[in-house]
């Protein structure tokens, strides 16, 4: 009996162990995939951005020609905007993902690994972007970025920003961003835009040439 109940327990934690192994595997979701942007149907600019007075000057004083895309330029948040005519590439593994983009050939590097922002590097165009799963929805954190505008209508960000994305497949065609984005130097509080990206998985990537505006 002693040898049947002992084979009895293994087998029983043998099946729980099972459990959790398929529980964590439906815990990752699949967001792989080329994916064009579904301009039409995303929200691309926040409702009603509530302005400190230094993010009130910085919308007053913003140039469209500053824009750091006319020197051909890519950066966050705006690379992941559901806006220009270009296709991304999502390709993802268990200790990262990978970005790719049509426009620039941009590549960006989400962590899942739980690194720490690299402190020597400083501020950059696409920052430091650290991601986990809750569930089948991406969360992604990004930090480290430089002091830049979030599109052509301006929206000022600090180097203090901080973007949190929840990347979340609808359907099998269909993948929503979810952006919140928080800079306490230009905004009095956190706003928010949803992207959306439709399935495409024949798109080609075109060889991207940038003409930079001249001064």
Same mark, same amino acid.
């Given at each position: 009996?002693?040898?049947s109940?002992?084979?009895?327990?293994?087998a029983?934690?043998?099946?729980?162990?099972?459990?959790?192994?398929?529980?964590?595997a439906?815990?990752?979701?699949?967001i792989?995939?080329i994916? *064009?942007?579904q301009?039409?149907?995303s929200?691309? /600019? #926040?409702?009603e951005?509530?302005? =400190?007075?230094? $993010?009130?000057?910085?919308?007053?004083?913003?140039d469209?020609?500053?824009d750091p895309?006319l020197?051909?330029i890519?950066?966050?948040?705006?690379a992941?905007i559901?806006?220009?005519?270009?296709?991304?590439?999502i390709?993802?593994?268990?200790?990262?993902?990978?970005i790719?983009?049509?426009?620039?050939?941009?590549v *960006?590097?989400i962590?899942?690994?739980?690194r720490? /922002? #690299?402190e020597?590097?400083?501020? =950059?165009?696409? $920052?430091?972007?650290n991601?986990?799963?809750e569930?089948e929805?991406?969360?992604?954190?990004?930090?480290g970025?430089?002091?830049?505008?979030?599109?052509w209508?301006?929206?000022?960000?600090?180097e203090s920003?901080?973007?949190?994305?929840?990347?979340t497949?609808?359907s099998?065609?269909?993948?929503?961003i979810?952006?919140?984005?928080?800079?306490?130097?230009n905004?009095?509080?956190?706003?928010?835009?949803t992207?959306?990206?439709?399935?495409s998985p024949?798109?080609?990537f075109y060889?991207?040439?940038?003409?930079?505006?001249p001064?």
């Amino acid at each position: 009996m002693k040898h049947s109940s002992k084979k009895i327990f293994l087998a029983l934690l043998c099946f729980s162990a099972s459990l959790l192994s398929v529980e964590h595997a439906q815990a990752e979701g699949n967001i792989e995939g080329i994916w *064009r942007p579904q301009r039409d149907i995303s929200q691309i /600019l #926040p409702l009603e951005p509530a302005f =400190t007075q230094v $993010g009130k000057v910085a919308q007053d004083d913003f140039d469209t020609a500053n824009d750091p895309y006319l020197r051909c330029i890519v950066y966050m948040p705006r690379a992941m905007i559901a806006w220009a005519p270009t296709s991304i590439e999502i390709i993802q593994s268990e200790e990262r993902i990978w970005i790719l983009f049509e426009a620039y050939h941009q590549v *960006r590097r989400i962590f899942l690994d739980g690194r720490d /922002l #690299p402190e020597s590097i400083g501020p =950059t165009w696409m $920052g430091h972007s650290n991601g986990y799963w809750e569930n089948e929805t991406l969360i992604v954190e990004t930090n480290g970025l430089r002091g830049i505008s979030y599109f052509w209508e301006g929206l000022p960000l600090s180097e203090s920003t901080e973007i949190v994305e929840r990347f979340t497949r609808l359907s099998d065609e269909t993948l929503e961003i979810h952006m919140t984005i928080t800079d306490p130097v230009n905004y009095n509080e956190s706003w928010e835009t949803t992207h959306i990206w439709g399935l495409s998985p024949d798109a080609h990537f075109y060889e991207y040439e940038c003409d930079q505006t001249p001064d």
